[in-house]
């Protein structure tokens, strides 16, 4: 409870600090304003609260704070979609002990990795909210060789990304890459946060990436849908992937996600590149699974 009083002191004020008075209809009088952004005064005018009400928010104590309260908070901050949701969780947070949410899946159903192998002409993969890499079809395992190459296991997007050194080749967009990754990991600890493999796996990349520290800190966060993916593959050079993340109903927690690119350009020809090695390393393996044992 503690941390959770600390987190939504530290995301309201952080919140309230990136609006401006002109962003907020309000007359800006003079220069010598003493704080970035609004005034707690402001917030609460703004929200339709009363300042002790409003500081008593901002210290923590969202318990109890009824839908119309922190949707107008919300309207007030300008926040995104996915900030909203996270104030919702955070006041969940600070209510009355509920039932925990069942912990992101470690393994998919076979059902699901039918589907995966189903699609043979895009790379296709399962996460869980952890960013574990739980299933793949076979382009999907070649476009993501270098993280599937990481010994350290589970497989892990983000951990690749904050303590790989071949993620800065990898992610022809790096830093958009760490924000987003460090964005959508809170997120998700706002939707499980007594998960002990996510506090575990925030607490190793904390230890040993002063960038994941900074971007943690910032308490951005984000949803992941749709948009455009730059790579460059070891094997086959520049790629650029349009993906859709897309959740599964039946699997709570699970997203598949899907690289396409246009008919008839580079990219779509590489991946073609990147399916025939892909069939070739897997033609090498079953072989090699298949040689006599000398005597």
Same mark, same amino acid.
């Given at each position: 409870?503690?941390?959770?009083?600390?987190?939504?002191?530290?995301?309201?004020?952080?919140?309230?600090?990136?609006?401006?008075?002109?962003?907020?209809?309000?007359?800006?009088?003079?220069?010598?304003?003493?704080?970035?952004?609004?005034?707690?005064?402001?917030?609460?005018?703004?929200?339709?609260?009363?300042?002790?009400?409003?500081?008593?928010?901002?210290?923590?104590?969202?318990?109890?704070?009824?839908?119309?309260?922190?949707?107008?908070?919300?309207?007030?901050?300008?926040?995104?979609?996915?900030?909203?949701?996270?104030?919702?969780?955070?006041?969940?947070?600070?209510?009355?002990?509920?039932?925990?949410?069942?912990?992101?899946?470690?393994? +998919? @159903?076979?059902?699901?990795?039918? /589907? *995966?192998? =189903?699609? %043979?002409?895009?790379? &296709?993969? +399962? @996460?869980?909210?952890?960013?574990? /890499? *739980?299933? =793949?079809? %076979?382009?999907?395992? &070649?476009?993501?060789?270098?993280?599937?190459?990481?010994?350290?296991?589970?497989?892990?997007?983000?951990?690749?990304?904050?303590?790989?050194?071949?993620?800065?080749?990898?992610?022809?967009?790096?830093?958009?890459?760490?924000?987003?990754?460090?964005?959508?990991?809170?997120?998700?600890?706002?939707?499980?946060?007594?998960?002990?493999?996510?506090?575990?796996?925030?607490?190793?990349?904390?230890?040993?990436?002063?960038?994941?520290?900074?971007?943690?800190?910032?308490?951005?966060?984000?949803?992941?849908?749709?948009?455009?993916?730059?790579?460059?593959?070891?094997?086959?050079?520049?790629?650029?992937?349009?993906?859709?993340?897309?959740?599964?109903?039946?699997?709570?927690?699970?997203?598949?996600?899907?690289?396409?690119?246009?008919?008839?350009?580079?990219?779509?020809?590489?991946?073609?590149?990147?399916?025939?090695?892909?069939?070739?390393?897997?033609?090498?393996?079953?072989?090699?699974?298949?040689?006599?044992?000398?005597?």
């Amino acid at each position: 409870m503690t941390e959770t009083r600390a987190e939504i002191r530290e995301f309201l004020s952080s919140r309230r600090a990136r609006v401006t008075p002109e962003q907020a209809g309000l007359p800006a009088y003079g220069g010598n304003r003493r704080v970035a952004g609004l005034r707690r005064e402001e917030v609460a005018m703004l929200s339709g609260v009363s300042v002790d009400y409003y500081v008593r928010l901002e210290r923590g104590n969202l318990a109890g704070a009824s839908e119309s309260v922190l949707d107008a908070l919300a309207r007030t901050l300008r926040l995104t979609e996915a900030e909203r949701e996270y104030l919702f969780n955070l006041a969940r947070a600070a209510g009355p002990a509920r039932p925990r949410r069942q912990r992101p899946s470690i393994s +998919v @159903r076979p059902a699901v990795q039918q /589907i *995966l192998d =189903a699609v %043979s002409d895009a790379p &296709a993969w +399962v @996460r869980n909210g952890r960013h574990d /890499i *739980l299933a =793949a079809n %076979s382009l999907g395992r &070649a476009l993501y060789s270098p993280v599937f190459d990481d010994p350290r296991r589970p497989v892990n997007t983000t951990r690749f990304t904050y303590l790989n050194p071949a993620a800065r080749e990898f992610w022809r967009d790096y830093d958009q890459i760490a924000n987003d990754s460090a964005a959508m990991l809170r997120l998700e600890a706002g939707r499980s946060p007594h998960d002990p493999e996510l506090i575990k796996l925030v607490g190793e990349l904390s230890t040993q990436s002063e960038l994941f520290r900074q971007r943690w800190a910032s308490r951005d966060v984000m949803h992941h849908r749709s948009g455009l993916k730059r790579m460059h593959h070891p094997i086959v050079g520049d790629l650029d992937l349009n993906y859709e993340s897309l959740e599964l109903p039946s699997e709570p927690g699970l997203v598949m996600n899907v690289y396409t690119a246009p008919v008839g350009s580079a990219t779509a020809d590489a991946l073609k590149v990147l399916a025939s090695w892909a069939a070739t390393q897997q033609t090498a393996k079953s072989e090699g699974h298949c040689q006599p044992q000398s005597r």
